[in-house]
């Protein structure tokens, strides 16, 4: 074990690194998207199966973009290539967003949404699967958690969009300059950030020294029948959860107010406090799942997702739909860490990238696209109490799958245990 390795996590370079490369992204993220769907209604103008078309047009380009990114970034492990391009999609926001997709949403709305698949895919439906996996292999060659990093990645998220509801109100357009200005920021930190100074020893965490992954290698996953498993639970989880908080919840809940501009502050505060609630937990989480086992945590967050989405069919009072909104935290950060160490103990170290890009973001990115135009469409003719019940035992069905089915954890120990050993060896 190095001596860096000995040192608290707080004290090493990689930790903030890794911390800031999260931070910047998830701020920038934070001001394209916390209000999106309410963007998309409010102020373009968009009807629910409008916004079920566009998000579905925005997942399945994102497919081709998130196995590209998953099997390139284990190719190239820990170096920028691709974390540079993310960088001038991030910059380049204020424009593409203000002058060339709104006003083709406005007055070609086909040809909008193709462009907006495609930019939006490249840098964030797609792209927060690609710096998500690139702070984990960081995170797992310095023997950091990856929930400790990613806590910044949840509090950049939640001032971001406290700051957003504020700037919503006076005017959407400078969230997006907003987003541009953390898109320098990022640009800044590629410059400072130096894999190479990451010793060998560290980087046989996360690949075999000299040896480059192979085509036949990187398909080999596909053939394990643990990996389509681990897709069918995301399928019906991740991508039902995910149309519910970014498609329906925010428009529903918005429109509880008489006011748009009390709607959008409100809305912002439970954002923020939801998200400053995430990074607790976020930090905490991995030790929670060490403890209990992987599985268990995946199941913990399906069964979060299912008590959500159920309760949103019943309750009526205002109160009880913020609780629900903040009821978030516990699901988004439990299932995030959960799944890099469901991927660590049941899959090849080198292979994480394309795992976690292709077995959850893709397969999640799937269950949108198969189900959000649909489920608009539904929320448009009943309502969203009929269409809440049905999303919520949809999710629980999925649940009680994964309790039979998903593969008991290997021991962290053992893993944690190997981990040096490869080290010392190095």
Request: net charge positive.
């Amino acid at each position: 074990m190095s001596n860096v390795d000995s040192k608290p996590f707080f004290k090493r370079p990689a930790y903030w690194f890794a911390s800031s490369y999260s931070f910047c992204y998830y701020a920038c993220a934070a001001f394209v998207f916390s209000f999106y769907a309410i963007w998309l209604s409010s102020e373009i103008g968009l009807s629910a199966e409008q916004t079920g078309i566009l998000y579905s047009s925005n997942f399945t380009f994102s497919l081709f973009f998130m196995s590209f990114y998953g099997i390139l970034q284990d190719k190239l492990v820990l170096k920028k290539h691709l974390v540079w391009f993310q960088s001038i999609i991030m910059t380049c926001c204020a424009p593409a967003i203000i002058y060339v997709y709104e006003p083709l949403l406005r007055e070609s709305f086909y040809v909008g949404v193709v462009f907006g698949s495609v930019y939006l895919g490249l840098g964030w439906v797609a792209g927060m699967g690609l710096v998500d996996s690139f702070c984990d292999k960081i995170s797992r060659a310095c023997s950091i958690e990856f929930g400790q990093v990613r806590t910044w990645g949840s509090l950049s998220y939640a001032a971001g969009t406290f700051i957003a509801g504020l700037l919503m109100s006076v005017d959407p357009h400078l969230n997006f300059y907003m987003a541009s200005a953390v898109g320098v920021l990022y640009m800044v930190l590629n410059i400072v950030f130096k894999p190479e100074n990451i010793s060998a020893q560290n980087m046989a965490k996360i690949a075999n020294n000299n040896q480059s992954l192979t085509f036949v290698e990187i398909i080999s996953v596909f053939k394990l029948v643990r990996f389509w498993i681990f897709v069918l639970y995301v399928l019906g989880t991740y991508s039902l959860y995910n149309i519910f908080d970014q498609q329906l919840f925010p428009v529903f809940f918005t429109h509880l107010f008489d006011e748009k501009s009390n709607a959008y502050q409100i809305y912002g505060y439970l954002n923020s406090a939801q998200v400053f609630l995430e990074a607790a937990v976020m930090f905490t989480v991995p030790f929670v799942a060490n403890k209990i086992g992987a599985k268990n945590a995946l199941i913990f967050a399906a069964f979060v997702s299912f008590l959500r989405i159920y309760l949103a069919s019943v309750v009526t009072s205002v109160e009880m739909f913020a609780v629900i909104k903040l009821m978030h935290c516990l699901e988004i950060s439990t299932v995030l860490v959960a799944v890099f160490k469901y991927i660590q103990c049941n899959f090849d170290k080198r292979l994480s990238a394309t795992v976690f890009l292709i077995g959850y973001q893709v397969a999640g990115s799937i269950g949108v696209i198969a189900f959000s135009s649909t489920v608009g469409s539904f929320y448009d003719s009943y309502g969203a109490g009929v269409t809440f019940h049905y999303l919520g035992l949809t999710v629980l069905a999925f649940m009680i799958f994964a309790v039979i089915f998903l593969k008991q954890d290997k021991s962290f120990k053992q893993i944690f245990k190997k981990d040096k050993l490869t080290a010392s060896a190095a």
